[in-house]
């Protein structure tokens, strides 16, 4: 009663403001509040708009066994199953949002979906495999195209309220920190660790304040992962695979602390913005090292892949190696493929962001809150 009471209020505090502006639907009092789902990023979050690019499948997943669990068919998700954007549309009572590319779709009202796997914040990964993916700033284009029809078809003030109310999910910075160790990355070596995430969290701080200007309000941006411990990157290290690589954690870590200031100083700047910035990062450090405590068998070895730890990237065995092994059960693995969890990590980390208690001293909010504000 207390909910419903105070939504009411605050629609008819919200009529009032746009009967100033000119303009209160009357049927709006009477729904539940909406809030779309807008979603950019990399392949924590790309449900497929690698499918319809032209690129290497290097950076796709549309092909077995991707997908096999949930799906029972690929998808164009780099997982067994389903991922975070998935779950947490499930929590927000949304459909799975759709891919921004997969053709003929172009009804919004549930949001959509703009990340794309491979996709970096500060272009290490464009100066190697320059228009592959859909680089953040793509992806920021191709919600202004969005932006514009949304004005169009509902009126300059409603597209305004509408993208207010809806919530903006992140998930960037992995590629551009993992691609250094992968290929030589002049940006990366010319410059320090911290100049380095300056210029990530720089470059992402710009798409969120490009984001605020259409209207967006509320984020949810994920923190990093020890990338390091990847079986991907354990296996960078020759004659030495049984550890993470240190260096790719601390720029992990980095990133982080470098993050949260810069979000906070954000929330200062720019009136009513709100985000969640949960810090997974012990979470996930510990699953990985103590898989049994969280329901897993196996924390270091990817369930599907190649080589050490099956740390190479030949999961399906169409980039270039057609040999691979495939696990038995995939429910014992933490990491699907070389540098992708499972989807029961991310059915964990998911329930966690959705309603873990409010750390108070960092300042961030649940993803739970962040759709019922
Ligand atoms: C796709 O990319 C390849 C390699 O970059 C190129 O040779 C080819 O012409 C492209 N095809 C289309 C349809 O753009
Ligand atoms: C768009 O999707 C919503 C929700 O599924 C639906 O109510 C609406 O009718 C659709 N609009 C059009 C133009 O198809
Ligand atoms: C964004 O990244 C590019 C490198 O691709 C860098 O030159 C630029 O300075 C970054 N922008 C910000 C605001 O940090
Ligand atoms: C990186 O560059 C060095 C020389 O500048 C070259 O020897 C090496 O093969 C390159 N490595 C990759 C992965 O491209
Ligand atoms: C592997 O590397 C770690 C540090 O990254 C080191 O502590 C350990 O001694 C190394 N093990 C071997 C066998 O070289
Ligand atoms: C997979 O493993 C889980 C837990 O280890 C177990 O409950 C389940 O029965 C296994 N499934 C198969 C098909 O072996």
Redesign the pocket.
Known sequence: MATSSRFQVYVLAFCATLLIQGGCYGHSVHQRKHAALFIFGDSLFDVGNNNYINTSTNFQANFFPYGETFFGHPTGRVSDGRLMTDIIAEYANLPMIPPYLQPGFDNYTNGVNFASAGAG???AL?ETFQGFVLDLKTQLGYFKNVEKQLRHRLGEAEAHRFLSEAVYLISIGSNDYIAPFITNSS?FESHSHEEYV??VT??L??VIKEIYKKGGRKFGIAGMEPLGCTPGMRTDKPGNTSTCKEEVNAISKLHNRVLAKVLLKLKGQLQDFIYSNPNFYNYLNDIVHNPSKHGFKEGKMACCGSGPYRGIMSCGGKRGVTEYQLCDNVTDYVFFDSGHATERVYQKVSKLWWSHTPDVTARYINLKELFEV
Do not use: S
Request: glycine content about 28%; hydrophobic content about 45%.
């Open positions: 914040a500060a272009g464009a940006l300056g210029m720089g470059n701080t710009n």
